[in-house]
């Protein structure tokens, strides 16, 4: 009896440039904008979505029959390249992340992480896992995504985005307090690096304006009571 073939993993990247691609693939797979950001909605979410919810939140200004038919087609082209990721059924819709790896769900997991060594005041784990986090991190949440979206959508995209940015800056905050405690200003510079550099992945390329927010917004609120 012939074994079944392993389930390659889906990479998808959206702390960086969009990539979404799978361990046989040479090359990022082809999607459509909405295909994308459907499928990043659905990881980002992590539950079943009801797809009539879906089909009024991605096209809100379709009738309920032409937002069902368009909601078809984009599963359709999912399931052409990420069917073995996917849970639809008759209601809902979802994404299996068992063989998935998307950056956004490691890099809150490297921040569960760093708290529970926290709390255990075991400060070089928790350090560990921060810079892990902010590694990931590499630029705002699907910055520059280009896709006609409903208002709806467009807002969860930039709520998200402005979450994912703010828990990055508190590990950035946390790892500058751990080493300048420790006087170790070396180990600050790759920190400065990333809001410094012009096109620094922090906030954008405005090199004087990484300048002023690693200031104003790092280093001020740290506190050494």
Known sequence: MQSEMPIPQLKVIALGPLAIGNDNAKSN????????????????????QLREELAELFWPERSAKQSASNLRTVLTELRKVCAPYLVITRTTIAVDATHVHYDVTAFQQALAKANEGQKRQDL????????????????????????????????????????LYNQMLGAVRQLVKYYSDLQNFEALLPLAQRWFLPGGAAVGGDSQRNKSVFINEVFTPVGHG
């Open 29 to 48: 797979v082809r999607l459509t904008s909405t295909a994308q950001l459907l499928l990043i909605y659905l990881l980002t979410t992590g539950e079943p």
């Open 124 to 163: 070089a784990a928790a350090t560990a896992y921060w810079e892990t986090a902010v590694r990931l991190h590499q630029r705002p949440f699907l910055t520059a995504f280009q896709a006609r979206m409903g208002p709806d959508v467009q807002l969860w995209l930039i709520q998200e985005r402005e979450l």
